[in-house]
């Protein structure tokens, strides 16, 4: 588990393709690797990755087909920056919310634009992804935790702060560069919740007249 506070922005050093799939090492800079083991999880642009080695100045991980083709960790290259959190304690600060480095999905820049010393930036999300995302939620944006300022549609607007700038890889954000997204988890498991018992059947979702029978929408009359 993270809390989406970004520790360090690491480096992209090599990718090696693996009969399907890649072998990945990350330079971490700052972020100081001594209470790291092989085994533990470093977040890595929002995905959660497993240390198989340490060479000193960083780790290898491998990374599955399956996460290459939900994530943008397949477009990387080596020199690419990337946001790294190692996973929480029992004593860390929760300053974001919780994060669990499973991506939902990918969305896409579509504007920046400066608003006094901060950025306002506007994401699309996938349309399957949009009933997640709330005014003043949480969303987590290639392992950044992040307030949602206002909806739209499938496109929310985020308030990126210079800190938040400088010190993750939204800095290097361009209109259509593509990112990992992270819907809140509470969000994901209220739904499947309100499924009640139908959830155990395939195909289960929660339609507008499950909602209306808990009391969220107003039935039709």
């Not at 480095?101 to 999300?125: K, Q, T």
Request: contains cysteine; negative net charge.
């Amino acid at each position: 588990m993270f809390t989406g506070i970004i520790q360090a922005v690491g480096t992209i050093a090599t990718l090696q393709a693996r009969g399907g799939d890649v072998r990945l090492r990350v330079q971490t800079g700052k972020l100081p690797l001594d209470d790291v083991a092989i085994g533990d999880s470093i977040c890595t642009n929002g995905v959660c990755l497993t240390v198989t080695e340490l060479p000193g100045d960083g780790y290898w991980a491998d990374v599955s087909r399956e996460t290459l083709s939900l994530t943008t960790l397949g477009a990387l290259e080596a020199g690419s920056r990337v946001n790294l959190e190692k996973s929480l304690t029992p004593t860390d600060r929760l300053g974001g919310h919780i994060v669990s480095g499973h991506v939902d999905g990918l969305g896409e820049i579509v504007s920046l634009a400066e608003d006094a010393r901060s950025w306002r930036v506007v994401v699309r999300a996938p349309d399957a992804l949009a009933k997640y995302i709330a005014h003043k939620g949480s969303v987590c944006i290639d392992g950044t935790s992040l307030t949602v300022n206002a909806v739209d549609g499938a496109c929310f607007d985020l308030n990126i702060i210079p800190q938040t700038m400088t010190e993750t890889v939204f800095g290097d954000y361009q209109v259509r560069t593509k990112v990992n997204l992270e819907v809140d988890v509470i969000a994901r498991y209220l739904e499947r919740l309100l499924a009640g018992d139908a959830a155990a059947q395939p195909g289960a979702s929660v339609s507008l007249e499950t909602l209306a029978e808990h009391g969220y929408v107003k039935a039709k009359p």
